[in-house]
């Protein structure tokens, strides 16, 4: 198995002592980090940690709404009701691949990100989920920080 960054989790290059994501120095010992370095390895395991909850509220978010199909909520007009439902499925669909390529620091999780939590919030304030309206806000606002932006698009 290919070495990781102690830092952001990331895989090492071979032979490589520098990360690719980062840009520390995977040998320099957490005391010795720059305040900069810090903040970006904070930011690193961040995202490292919302990745795995999208992945997670993905599959939750999937089981579900194929549930929620077989069990439709008494009173709600059908077709308004699979809509949502829809609606539901894909963007678990969604935070899934999400989940995964954030974990990998890939370029299009801080746009897909931005809208995917957004989408997300509207459809918790419909349900008037407010902890996941609270988690949605959360997750937007570390997604769309400028030192976010940097750590994907590998500007650091
Ligand atoms: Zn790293």
Redesign the pocket.
């Known amino acids: 198995m290919a070495k990781r960054?102690r830092?952001?989790f990331?895989a090492l290059k071979e032979g490589n002592i520098v990360?690719g994501?980062?840009k520390?120095d995977?040998a320099k010992d957490r005391n010795t980090l720059t305040r900069e370095e810090k903040t970006v390895s904070y930011f690193?395991r961040t995202l490292h940690l919302m990745a795995f909850l999208a992945a997670l509220g993905g599959i939750l978010g999937l089981v579900g709404s194929l549930a929620a199909i077989f069990r439709p909520i008494p009173g709600v007009p059908k077709p308004i009701y699979f809509i949502f439902v829809a609606i539901n499925l894909v963007l678990a669909i969604l935070f899934i691949v999400f989940g995964i390529s954030l974990a990998r620091y890939k370029k299009w999780c801080h746009t897909g990100g931005i809208v995917l939590y957004s989408l997300a919030i509207g459809m918790n304030l419909m349900q008037m989920n407010l902890i996941g309206v609270l988690f949605g806000a959360l997750f937007l606002y570390y997604i769309s920080l400028p030192v976010t932006r940097k750590i994907l698009y590998g500007e650091l």
Request: proline share 0%; with cysteine; glycine share 0%.
């Open positions: 960054c830092y952001c990331s990360c994501v980062c520390i995977s690193c």
